[in-house]
T-cell receptor, first 113, second 110 residues
Framework: SQTIHQWPATLVQPVGSPLSLECTVEGTSNPNLYWYRQAAGRGLQLLFYSVGIGQISSEVPQNLSASRPQDRQFILSSKKLLLSDSGFYLC????????????FGDGTRLSIL | DAKTTQPPSMDCAEGRAANLPCNHSTISGNEYVYWYRQIHSQGPQYIIHGLKNNETNEMASLIITEDRKSSTLILPHATLRDTAVYYCIVREYYGQNFVFGPGTRLSVLP
């Protein structure tokens, strides 16, 4: 069966520091991969998605970036964190295909001080 | 913006069926209906999805009206662990983005 791993589960970072969140998927090949952010009391916002190695689509302008160095690895990064980057970051995967559901990891709760 | 409307909260007695409604009156022909749930501090969990036929899996049943303007998620025998926020989402066939609205907070009561 397929599994998705995100780490760390929680993270506290100072303003201006860099960020690297990692997500890996097991048990599938060529998945679509996604990064979402959920602000407190709000819905999920799609940040990036990838349909293949090195292919990244950005949904919203921000100081975050994403990379997919391997088929089942998706990384969310920032060079300098802002207070507004606080939130719950979720990675998700789906099989290729038009109506496939996305399956979410357990998320990283990021607090910026 | 979410294309669905759901009641903000519902209660259900443990062991009874939980019927969660969703309105999606502007749904178009190539859009699917998906249901997820989220327990506090966890990622959303996929439950079920469908286009126009009723669907059933080990977790739930999805009933979609003939005009596809509304649907109902049925948890046949609710347990305390089913307490969560349930999201009904409409997404087009090749869409990449799941737009989560406020959902329905289901409380299963002992």
């Amino acid at each position: 069966s397929q599994t998705i791993h995100q780490w760390p589960a929680t993270l506290v970072q100072p303003v201006g520091s860099p960020l690297s969140l990692e997500c890996t998927v097991e048990g599938t090949s060529n998945p679509n991969l996604y990064w979402y952010r959920q602000a407190a009391g709000r819905g999920l916002q799609l940040l990036f998605y990838s349909v293949g190695i090195g292919q990244i689509s950005s949904e919203v302008p921000q100081n975050l970036s994403a990379s997919r160095p391997q088929d089942r690895q998706f990384i969310l990064s920032s060079k300098k964190l802002l207070l507004s980057d606080s939130g719950f970051y979720l990675c998700a995967w789906s099989e290729m295909g038009g109506n496939q559901p996305q399956h979410f990891g357990d998320g990283t709760r990021l607090s910026i001080l | 913006d979410a294309k669905t409307t759901q009641p903000p909260s519902m209660d259900c007695a443990e062991g009874r069926a939980a019927n969660l409604p969703c309105n999606h009156s502007t749904i178009s022909g190539n859009e699917y209906v998906y249901w997820y749930r989220q327990i506090h501090s966890q990622g959303p969990q996929y439950i079920i999805h469908g286009l126009k036929n009723n669907e059933t899996n080990e977790m739930a049943s999805l009933i979609i009206t003939e005009d596809r303007k509304s649907s109902t998620l049925i948890l046949p025998h609710a347990t305390l662990r089913d307490t969560a926020v349930y999201y009904c989402i409409v997404r087009e066939y090749y869409g990449q983005n799941f737009v989560f609205g406020p959902g329905t907070r289901l409380s299963v009561l002992p």
